[in-house]
């Protein structure tokens, strides 16, 4: 086990180097890195928003748009292929799925079905399949009626076509912003995720992703007036559209449309040379600028309507035709007004409207002081483990600090090289790492004395201690590798960021721990020969104990009955404080931009807004604020729609540092995803544990874990700390943690009931506690050092999630040792259950020794 060849000591610190290059770009910064030689690295790990400020927006595309357009168009064609084969029809109107025609001949049924065959026939799908799939069917109802019903592949079909028509529409108007390594990707079968960071005005980047963006050019009726319609009804093939002006002006317009966006080529935003008035300037296509002027030269003298998304921007009078195939927008707008509609039209129209479901905006200046909050906790949290370690271990701590380092760097050299990207979760991911990455390092070296204690040299108590840990060090792991790959694939946003620092963390971890750590025990002992265990190793405090746990089991079990009753019907009657997350709504956090914040006046002003119940409270420092705003009764467009009325009216005393919006439909599905994301997680580490165990084992497990869970939820309903992803993530960190300890008492039991078949089951359990006391304290001392650096370092934005974090790990260990331990005694595991192999693997043992010695004497 001690010993390495040289290909493996030079793969594990090539390794390490490899790590140490791959992150050292991180402490640059981009101008730094620009002026260093080309050969040097220069990728760096991407930064969440919450980090560098930017925002998140989760887009949905209206379905009913989508219905609506396929519903006019199969009645447009429908009416056009009737025309076409000359046949008459009484009444031709759409609703829902369905289009019905009544033909006036019945004579011409047939004729009209084959006239109408042609929307019927199969459309191709584009894929490498050559699949296709069917839009319309065509019924005869009797009577003259043919129903015309558009089917639900179909519609799904050209769902499908138009998010990734609109994801190519929102690329180019997010590129036109000039921002930097913009994400934009398709999630699920309707939505789209934004990801802009370092943006610092939101508001533009979601007025441009809401606009459809589809410019018409109409005629205005002139057969009567706007007022006089609206009062009576519109003339057959016109409607009444209003202006952008408040209060808005009416318009009587000709439905036809003349010339559309579509035909355009360019768009510009310009001054008009005249009155110096910002306008767009815009140029057709051949076709398009031959249909521009064909109307105009048809229609002088007649005013025309320039409409934007059901919009009258403009209605100027044609004074003569504009044969040039270019012309200008003028409608009172502002520089940046000019500029966003010329970016608009450059980009397309979108096929549909698309909603804002979820918003999470940060400011630049909050993720700075995100950055400086959690680099700051970071360094105290390893400070006070790496001073632990070497206080209590010496010259072994000091080698665990190297792993600890290296592990750090490992850390950070995946993350870069994967392209994972970096939230404040995940920056708290690697301080419990820390934390928790000392473990192994405890396992192993509590083994190592262990061994030597009971006689062992130290070549052969450093051999053994290695080896016995490796097992406990993998099971404990797993555990919460487990939860890590649950958060990742159930989470969103800064949670899977968390999931996958910890995951990496844990990988690292073992490599550093077991690996890197075991080549510089061996080369200790090939330099050095040492004879005895190093003197500054201080833990054999916990040597003399003999702390009878399982005599006051009883006590325990009803504490432990009751406290966890208290908190069901806690949670079932009082309930906790859910975030927005799971129940919808905004949370808004504020800055005073001069002065303390004013909490009073801020209420005075929102609860004449309109948006129902809102909550007002300081956060952090007298300058900060939070704001929460219920879920608006109208939708999800409606929440975006109260956050705008907030931001207009605080805008000018505070500054907007983050904003979170979250939808009811969004809200319903992280509820939903969160539940299974516990109980897929309980699951897996249930069937994992009942294989590597026996099934009293991974019942035990499984009930200290509940207690550990329950009692946390109880936690959340006292403290009324708000309950949200981030919760979530603390609450299976928790579960990991919690089973980690478990496992590692588990395994002891586990040797033990192997080696003292005849002793009692509790005197044996008390044994096996006492035995791994040292490692149990000196690990949850690690993390909770570290989990309060976090706590009191790291900002208020985590800091919910450490206090979970901190209540975990306490009750933890506890359930560890007296709610996991003594469930054993209450399923009865016997000695005899463990030691089968053993007793046939020392029988046969036993037969070929004496079949030898038979042997022997026969011969002799």
Known sequence: MLYFSRW?????????????????????????LQELPKWFPAKQITLGLDLQGGSHIMLQIDHKDILKDRLQSTISDVRSSLRDANIAFNSLNGSGQTVEVRIADPDKIEAAKKALQSLTNPVSTGTFTGGSIQEVTLDDEGNGLLKLSLTDAGL???????????????????????????????????????????????????????????????????????????????????????????PPVPYLVEKRVLVSGEDLVDAQASFNQQTNEPVVTFRFDS?????????????????????????????????????????????????????????????????????????????????????????????????LVVALMIGLYGFFGVLAVIALAANVIMILAVLTIVGSTLTLPGIAGIVLTIGMAVDSNVLIYERIREEYKSGRSLLQSIDTGFSKALATIVDANITTLIAAFVLFFLGSGPVRGFSVTLAVGIITTVFTAFTLTRWMFAEWVRRRRPKVLPKG????????????????????????????????????????????????????ELRARSGNADLSAIRQELNGLNVGDVQVQGFGDPRSVLVRIQTQKNGDSADQSAVARVRDALDSQYEFRSTQVVGPSVSSELTQSATIGVLVSLACILVYIWIRFEWQFAVGAIIATLHDVILTLGLYVISGVQFDLTSIAALLTIVGYSLNDTVVVYDRMRENLRRYKKMPLNVLIDSSINNTLSRTI?????????????????????????????????????????????VLIVFRLRPDSMGKDEDKAEKAEKAGKSGKAASGKAEA
């Open 156 to 246: 799904s079909y050209r769902l499908s076509t138009a998010l990734s028509q609109s994801i190519e529409v929102i690329r180019r108007r997010v590129d036109e912003l000039g921002t930097t390594e913009p994400l934009i990707q398709r999630q699920g079968n309707d939505r789209i995720i934004v990801q802009v960071p370092g943006l610092n005005d939101p508001q533009r980047l979601k007025a441009l992703l809401n606009q459809t963006a589809k410019l018409t050019f109409q005629l205005v009726d002139n057969t009567m007036s706007a007022e006089e319609a609206i009062k009576t009804r519109p003339p057959a093939g016109s409607e009444v559209l209003y202006s952008e002006d408040d």
């Open 537 to 588: 190793i201080r833990t054999g405090i916990f040597d003399g104990t003999n702390i009878p746990f399982m005599g006051i089991r009883k006590y325990t079990f009803a504490v432990s009955a009751a406290l966890s009753l208290a908190a069901l019907i806690g949670f079932s009657t009082v309930g906790m404080q859910l975030g927005i997350d799971f129940t919808g709504g905004s949370i808004i």
């Open 778 to 822: 000196l690990t949850s001392t690690t993390t909770l050092l570290a989990l309060l650096a976090l706590f009191l370092f790291g900002g208020e934005v985590i800091r919910s999630f450490t206090f979970a974090m901190l209540f975990g790990v306490l009750v933890g260990t506890f359930s560890s040792i007296y709610i996991a331990a003594p």
């Open 287 to 383: 076709r398009g600028a031959q249909r521009f002027a064909q109307a105009t030269q048809q229609n002088v003298g007649r005013p025309f309507a320039i409409v934007l998304d059901n919009k009258v921007i403009s209605a100027p009078v044609i004074r003569e035709p504009i044969i040039g195939g270019s012309g200008q927008i003028s409608g009172n707008f502002t520089v940046q007004g000019a500029n966003d509609l010329a970016v608009l039209l450059r980009a397309g129209a979108l096929p549909a409207t698309l909603t804002v479901v979820e918003e999470r905006t940060v400011g630049p200046s909050l993720g700075a002081d995100s950055i400086r909050a959690g680099v700051t906790a970071g360094i105290i949290g390893a400070a």
């Open 8 to 32: 493996k000591t030079i793969l594990i610190w090539l390794t390490v180097l490899a790590s140490v290059l791959i992150a050292l770009p991180n402490l640059f910064s981009k101008q730094q």
